[in-house]
């Protein structure tokens, strides 16, 4: 079995016992295990913080709340790829299941042969989000380091007396020597500009009042 068809432990969720029990009987024969049935949204959501479940089939129209509120509030802690299920093909409920996890509809009633390729679309579609974010926040981590990093070089100028250049090349110097990751050194240095920063008068503590001599007989310089 590849990755895309691997085993999935799935939620399903429907207040029509027959629902589930369909579910029960189709999942187990495409390889899946259901490892838990939920009738409203409210244990809908308590069963998936408990199960953490690889995918979850829920019908729209259930009580205490319906499924795509359920749904929403699950994917906001702990995002996990969603097939919604209704009996109405209405445009007002394809709005307002506006989710990147929400990543297939069934439409009642259900065919055996309509459940396998709904999994996969919905597998394959979580894999490229996952990868999307997970390229988004290596974009924002890189700008981040970029940012320390500028700092760092700009501290290096200022003490040093040095071009923007020989500023980074003194850097990328430090990061071989220690053998660690250039935004390392940046951050050291950063904090100890800082520390440095703190000691100097007026710059955050106040030097004490000058002591007056009293000479005997007031005689003074």
Not at 200 to 221: E, L, N, T, W
């Amino acid at each position: 079995m590849s990755h895309a068809e691997r085993t999935l432990r799935i939620l399903v969720a429907d207040d029509d016992p027959t629902m589930c029990q369909f579910y029960r009987d189709v999942l187990p024969s495409l390889g899946h295990t259901v490892v838990a049935t939920a009738t409203s949204g409210r244990q809908l959501v308590e069963l998936c913080q408990q199960l953490a479940p690889d995918l979850v089939i829920s019908d729209i129209c259930m009580p205490e709340p319906d499924g795509i509120a359920a749904v929403e509030e699950i994917c906001r802690t702990r995002p996990v790829p969603v097939i919604l299920v209704t009996a109405h093909d209405r445009p007002e409920l394809v709005a307002r299941a506006d989710s990147e996890y929400i990543l297939a509809y069934l439409i009642k009633p259900i065919k055996p042969s309509d459940v396998g390729p709904a999994i996969a679309m919905a597998q394959r579609r979580f894999g490229q989000f996952q990868a999307l974010h997970q390229e988004s926040a290596g974009l924002r981590q890189e700008l981040e380091d970029r940012k320390l990093i500028e700092r760092a070089k700009a501290i290096v100028m200022r003490h040093s007396h040095v071009a923007e250049t020989e500023a980074l090349e003194r850097l990328q110097h430090l990061a071989g020597e220690r053998n660690c990751q250039l935004v390392q050194v940046a951050q050291t240095i950063i904090l100890a500009e800082k520390a440095f920063a703190e000691e100097r008068p007026g710059a955050g503590r106040r030097s004490p009042p000058a002591r007056r001599i009293a000479y005997p007989g007031g005689v003074g310089p």
